[in-house]
C-alpha cells in the first residue's frame, strides 16, 4: 500500500512538471554586441571592429563625418 501511495505521488509530481509552462519573458538580441570589445557601434548598430583603440577612433570617426546629419557629406 506504501509503494502505491508513493508512486501516486511520484507520478502526480513528474506529471506537474511535464505540464507546467516555461517562463516567457522578453528576449534580448543585442546582449551579445556589448561583449564585443572590438567592435565600433553607432547607434546600436555594429559599424567596423578592430583590435587597436587608435584605429577604432578613426573607423567612428570616419563614420560619423560620412553620415553626419549635418554638415559632413560632400
Not at 505540464?19 to 546600436?44: F, L, M
Request: aromatic share 8%.
Amino acid at each position: 500500500m506504501k509503494y502505491l501511495v508513493a508512486i501516486a505521488a511520484l507520478a502526480c509530481v513528474a506529471s506537474t512538471a511535464a505540464v507546467a509552462k516555461p517562463k516567457s519573458g522578453p528576449v534580448q538580441h543585442y546582449a551579445a554586441a556589448a561583449q564585443d570589445p572590438y567592435g565600433v557601434y553607432v547607434d546600436g548598430e555594429l559599424i567596423g571592429r578592430d583590435p587597436d583603440p587608435a584605429i577604432r577612433a578613426q573607423i567612428r570617426a570616419g563614420y560619423c563625418s560620412r553620415f553626419s546629419p549635418v554638415g559632413g557629406a560632400r
